[in-house]
């Protein structure tokens, strides 16, 4: 490096550390500067200021969860300092694009994640402070040792722990006494004959989308639109702690079990999660940082503070990653279906009461999700923090994955494709382990040990779903196992939903099965 690149390369610093002082005009005077610099070394540091300043400064707009908009901000974003004036025309002066939409930060977002601009250095740090200033919740879960994840491609998902409150310790009711469909004599009678006052109110309607699983013979259902302003759900359910965190943007459900064994064995129970035994076990309790990686959600447990891949259940930063850096979280199946078809299934189901003393108006994610329209509706546009890759399945694909003995390798169905095939049942190879992937009688994917093939799906005289092996014998199927009529039985894998950009980035290695 010649001198006059070293002095370059410090002014430079000097007006990225400018950046970071509790004066707007100072901000501004910055980011004209460094317009004038010329310099996309410092393209990231305009574009982590660009979010910020659009959410601080547009809350009604974008805040998250919308049903917070028409309250006041958190704090910290509206301080008169939370301003960065001018740095969206600095952004497009140093690059290319010139986005001019009412979502022009997601749209910078995107385009930054498929470039690769090294910044300067001391970046890393320069972000740390930035969050620990001006986004404090954020900031001190970030700044956090060891970490395994990359500084500069963490995003802030414009939210945190505050204000994306988990739901915890919600309650469950009967299923027919918030069925509003209208269908059911039976939840009427029996909401006639709640005799303590406190009926719940039904609000479940068949096409509504809804979460369901199984705890030690029990089946509940959470709906997608009451979860949605949560993201996570914090509960012990038959006396087993368990988190169904949801990842919006990835559309991921997934039931972890909040055990974290510290000692001893670990055999696996029926449902599929894993069971200390003879050892001891740290329960955690799990909520959203409000920060992505590759498009998902980053959680946090609140007793270590670790920062945990809600896709992969590993731990990615923090105490957890320090002293068992192998450690994955054990899971429970997750079905995504309607509840008309959940409740057909499983009619003695518990589903959440939404009477969760949270105060959120949950009507407003009744048939919206509230997902960015753009982001959904323009196949190009990719979450920030993703870098589009060309690939066996488009990126926002709906998939189905099974991850084996190793958490950093998994093996996905096209949910699509399988519904669209003429057998509706796939057969593969897992490791070294033959399963068998197919739709069950509520019309979502399920994996099970595979019998003797080939399999073929059926439907009973019954109505329901069966498989019929090589052999001839018939299989049935139940939440946990199938199970022929003499008795022998494979069990289920359970797996984990998402779109497919998800799993490609979010593990070493992803297999398609076909």
């Known amino acids: 490096m010649t001198q006059t690149d070293q002095t370059e390369a410090e002014r430079l610093r000097w007006l990225t550390s400018q950046l970071l002082v509790r004066d707007a005009d100072v901000h501004a005077t910055a980011v004209a500067a460094l317009a004038e610099e010329g310099d996309e070394r410092v393209v990231p540091h305009l574009v982590e200021l660009l979010v910020i300043d659009s959410i601080a400064n547009d809350w009604e707009q974008f805040g998250f969860p919308a049903v917070l908009r028409s309250r006041d901000p958190p704090r910290y974003l509206e301080l008169p300092e939370v301003r960065w004036p001018g740095v969206r025309d ?6 290319d694009p010139d986005f001019d939409s009412d979502h022009a930060w997601v749209e910078w977002e995107t385009w930054y994640s498929q470039q690769e601009i090294d910044p300067l250095d001391g970046f890393e740090e320069w972000k740390l402070q930035l969050y620990r200033s001006y986004l404090p919740p954020v900031g001190g879960l970030l700044d956090c040792e060891p970490r395994e994840f990359d500084m500069q491609g963490m995003r802030w998902g414009n939210c945190d722990r505050s204000f994306l409150a988990a739901l915890n310790g919600p309650t469950f009711v009967p299923g027919d006494a918030v069925d509003a469909s209208g269908t059911s004599e039976d939840a009427e009678a029996r909401r ?18 809804v979460f369901g699983f199984e705890i030690d013979g029990t089946a509940y259902a959470v709906p997608r639109w009451v979860l949605f302003p949560h993201e996570l759900l914090n509960a012990e359910l038959d006396g087993v702690p368990v988190s169904l965190t949801y990842c919006t943007l990835c559309n991921a459900p997934i039931l972890y079990d909040r055990r974290v064994p510290t000692g001893g064995d670990a055999d696996a129970d029926e449902s599929g999660a894993d069971e200390a035994d003879g050892g001891d076990v740290d329960v955690r309790t799990f909520g959203s940082t409000g920060l992505l990686a590759s498009g998902n959600k980053v959680m946090y447990d609140e007793e270590t503070e670790t920062l945990w891949d809600q896709h992969a259940g590993t731990p ?4 957890t990653l320090e002293s068992d850096p192998d450690l994955f979280l054990d899971q429970f199946a997750v079905t995504q279906t309607e509840w008309g078809d959940w409740k057909a299934e499983y009619p003695d189901t518990l589903a959440l009461d939404a009477d969760t003393g949270y105060g959120y108006d949950y009507s407003y994610y009744d048939g919206n999700v509230d997902f960015f329209e753009h982001y959904w509706n323009r196949e190009e546009i990719v979450q920030p923090g993703v870098r589009r890759e060309e690939g066996p399945l488009p990126e ?7 991850v084996a003995d190793d958490p950093d390798e998994v093996w996905v169905v096209s949910i699509d494709d399988l519904r669209e095939s003429d057998s509706g049942v796939l057969e593969a190879e897992i490791g070294d382990r033959d399963v068998v992937a197919l739709l069950d009688a ?7 040990d595979a019998p003797p093939g080939p399999v073929e799906r059926v439907e009973t005289d019954e109505g329901d779903v069966a498989l019929v092996d090589g052999e ?11 199970r022929s009529a003499d008795g022998d039985s494979r069990e ?8 497919w950009f998800a799993f490609r980035t979010h593990y070493e290695t992803a297999h398609v099965l076909e």
């Open 442 to 448: 509520t019309d979502d994917v399920a994996v099970y």
């Open 472 to 482: 001839g014998f018939e299989w049935q199927l139940s939440r946990n196992e199938l």
């Open 192 to 209: 006639d004959g709640e005799s303590d006052g406190e009926t719940p109110e039904p609000y479940l309607e068949d096409d509504h989308v």
């Open 492 to 499: 289920r894998i359970p797996g984990r939903h998402g779109l």
């Open 90 to 95: 600095a952004l497009a002066s140093l690059a």
């Open 396 to 402: 926002k694909a709906s998939v189905y994955g099974i």
């Open 316 to 319: 990615i930063g923090g105490e």
